[in-house]
């Protein structure tokens, strides 16, 4: 493409939105990557801090009462970026959704079929709901470790980190969904940022 411009990049997206014939450029395809993820994940870390933030009431300053409220607080951070993370699973989704058949015709300028573009949809809402699960299990081991901790506090910063270990060690291990998912997407971006035939092939000319 010799007009690289993200006023080009949205249009030539926007028109293919449904339209996967074709080839498309290294800049064409990740300047609409841009348009398309930059607002998403905007919108995800606005949604997540909005959650949160109510938490953030339940940590009183210096009286007694101040160690479990501070624990609640967590607690409620923990739940709410559980939720958030199942906001950010249904936005990404959404992204790769909508970049579906630029990502058909990137990879038809690398000489691919475009039905490999199915993947990412399938790998974004493994690794995303992977993720979401993780958090979950997390939060819902937060109570019992924050009991424990109160009947034998640390000293020291090392009570903490113990902490942590034990709520990561209460999940339900691996998820090989979500790994897989992750490695396609790897894989995806590996493929997706090599330069496309230089010449025609079976997809058609290059990009202009």
Known sequence: MTDISIGRAARRGLAGLFDARGRDDRAQFWFFLHLIFGPLTIVQMVIQTVMAWPSFGASPAGDAGAVPAN???????????????????????????????????????????????VMLPLATFATGQGQARRMTEIAEQAPRAFAEFEKNPSPDFSGLWD???????????????????GLVILWLVVELARAGAAGPNRFGPPPE
Do not use: C, N
């Open 163 to 181: 902490l942590q270990v034990k709520m990561q060690a209460g999940t339900s291990g691996p998820d090989w969904t979500a790994i897989l998912g």
């Open 71 to 117: 624990f609640a607080m967590v607690e409620g951070q923990f739940r709410a970026m559980a939720t958030a993370a199942y906001v950010a699973a249904g936005l990404y989704l959404l992204g790769s959704l909508l970049l579906l058949t630029a990502t058909a015709r990137r990879l038809h300028d690398r000489g691919r079929a475009g039905w490999w573009a």
